[in-house]
């Protein structure tokens, strides 16, 4: 593997599933597999759970890891060609990506999307110059459209959290202050439709009207405004708050009613919630799940090294 930007990348899903799973059972089985390689992970914007566990899955497998903040400690990047670089600009993304790739044998990166023009976001003009540029593998780290390391260890949650052969999983919109990326919602339903095209999973997507995401990413998955029916014998709630891709990057009500709680729940199979986080408690999900017996969020989360680490593994394997 090469590139890891989206489900698209993987030849085989549900056996990196099993991968990262296997991982998981015997995390320094392929411990002399990174050595002497390095991992360069480069972050435009915050990050705690990409962070640690793609540091922790690459120390797993014996790789060097070198971490750079380049929205804080970097020059200010230029990614338009053609321009005069006399304004606050300093250094072209075609240099700075070409030097990371000098030092680093494969490389990660984070961009969130600006929320102002869709046609620019949607193109994933950073990421995809960032990987040209750059000469060595890519793990995207969550771009402005996709976030797949979240949504593979979402998937190895549910495969390990399972019980019964066919779960029905849910992606519920809930409400928020600010205006938050499509990435995870995007890239949650982008491998969803494929395990359910693969037989694993039901899945059904809810939200109020006009949050209706890109249909690039929703093939095969059930749709509904009305979060109740979509809840119905659920085994798996998946809580996410994103802000409208048709008016672009806008928050179009304040979502009173959609935030999850206790008494939502009893509609479900005793469903098991899940959320990437971060979690605004009690806007976007209440403390009563989060803190409750139904919550898996923590799990979630530290499945984020077996999902960084299956990846990481395969790039390696073919350097
Ligand atoms: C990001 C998002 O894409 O929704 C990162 C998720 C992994 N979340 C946020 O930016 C949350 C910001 C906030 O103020 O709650």
Redesign the pocket.
Known sequence: MRLFSSVNDVTNVQQLVQEALALKGNPYAHKHLGENKTLGLVFL???L??RLSTQKAALNLGMNVMVMNLDKEGWALETQDGVIMNGTTVEHIREAAAVMGEYCDILGIRS?PKLQDREEDYSEDLFNKFVKFCAVPVVSL?SATR?PL?SLADLVTIQENKTSAKPKVVLTWAP???P??Q??PNSFAEWMCKAQSEGLIDFVITHPAGYELSKDFTQGAAITHNQNEALKDADFVYV???SSYKEYGRILSDGKGWMLDHSRLEQTNNAKVMH?????RDL?LSAEILDGPHSIVIKEASNRVWAAQAVLKNMLESL
């Open positions: 914007n915050p990050s759970r990409t969130f969550e976030h979240q928020h202050v600010k938050l990326p990435a995870v996410k708050n994103w990437c986080l971060p979690v605004r976007e």
